[in-house]
C-alpha cells in the first residue's frame, strides 16, 4: 500500500511566521505535488516535483517555495505567512509517467 | 470557464435515493478519475475510466469521450457514503486538473 505521510494534521501559525509542511512518501515515486483546497474553489496545484532537485511552479506558486532534497521527501515553505493562505494543504505523489495520484491526510493551516 | 466543472455543487439526500454527480471538462483527455474525500481530508481514487462504464459495489461511473461528460451514480445511498466527491482530468503527462468537488450529505 502506498503511503504519503504530512507532518501535521492541524498547525495554527501567527501572521509573518516561517511555515514548514513536510510530506513523506514511501512508495519510491518521482512525482510530487502540493495542493491546497478552498471551498467552491476545489485543489489547486502550487507546487510539482519530479525529481530530486526538480520542481516546476503550478498555478497559484506566489507566496510559496519548496524543497526537495531526497526523493521520499518534498516540503512546502511559507516565507512569511498571511491570513489569505489559511487553507487545507494535501500533498500527492505518483510514478513518472502516471497521472494516478496518491494522497496524504492533509495539513489545515489557520494563520491569524 | 474550469476546464473541469462539476454539478451540484452541494448535494442532500435521504437514505436509499439514487445519486447523480455530473462532471464536464473542456480539454480533450484520455481518461478521467472519481475521488472521495472523506470529512478529516483524506482523499482516496474511486475510479479511472476512458470507455463505457465502471462498477464497485453501489458505485457505478460512466464517461462519454465524445461529448467530454462523466457521472458518477451511487445506488441505494448510506449515510456512509457522505463524502465530498471530485473528479479529475489529466493535464499533460503527469498532471491533473480537479473539478470544485460535490458535497454529498445522506441523512438516514
Known amino acids: 500500500d502506498v503511503k504519503v505521510t504530512q507532518s501535521s494534521r492541524y498547525l495554527v501559525k501567527r501572521t509573518g511566521e516561517k511555515v514548514f509542511l513536510e510530506c513523506v512518501q514511501d512508495?519510491?515515486?518521482?512525482?510530487m505535488f502540493w495542493y491546497r483546497q478552498d471551498p467552491g474553489l476545489g485543489l489547486r496545484l502550487i507546487y510539482f516535483s519530479y525529481d530530486v532537485k526538480m520542481k516546476e511552479k503550478g498555478d497559484i506558486p506566489e507566496g510559496y517555495s519548496v524543497s526537495r532534497e531526497k526523493k521520499e521527501r518534498f516540503s512546502l515553505i511559507l516565507e512569511s505567512a498571511s491570513t489569505n493562505q489559511t487553507s487545507m494543504y494535501l500533498c500527492a505523489s505518483s510514478l513518472y509517467g502516471s497521472v494516478e495520484q496518491y494522497f496524504g491526510p492533509g495539513t489545515r493551516l489557520t494563520v491569524t | 470557464k474550469n476546464e473541469v466543472e462539476q454539478s451540484p455543487q452541494n448535494l442532500t439526500a435521504q437514505e436509499g435515493e439514487f445519486i447523480t454527480i455530473n462532471c464536464s471538462y473542456s480539454v480533450g483527455i484520455s481518461a478521467l478519475h472519481w475521488l472521495q474525500q472523506h470529512p478529516g481530508g483524506g482523499i482516496v481514487s474511486l475510479f479511472m475510466?476512458?470507455?463505457g462504464k465502471k462498477k464497485h459495489g453501489r458505485l457505478i461511473a460512466t464517461i462519454n469521450i465524445q461529448e467530454k461528460h462523466s457521472s458518477l451514480h451511487i445506488t441505494a445511498s448510506h449515510p456512509r457514503d457522505s463524502a465530498v466527491y471530485i473528479c479529475a482530468a489529466p493535464r499533460g503527462a503527469q498532471k491533473l486538473v480537479f473539478g470544485q468537488g460535490t458535497r454529498l450529505t445522506i441523512n438516514p
Open positions: 475510466l476512458s470507455s
Open positions: 512508495m519510491d515515486h518521482e512525482n
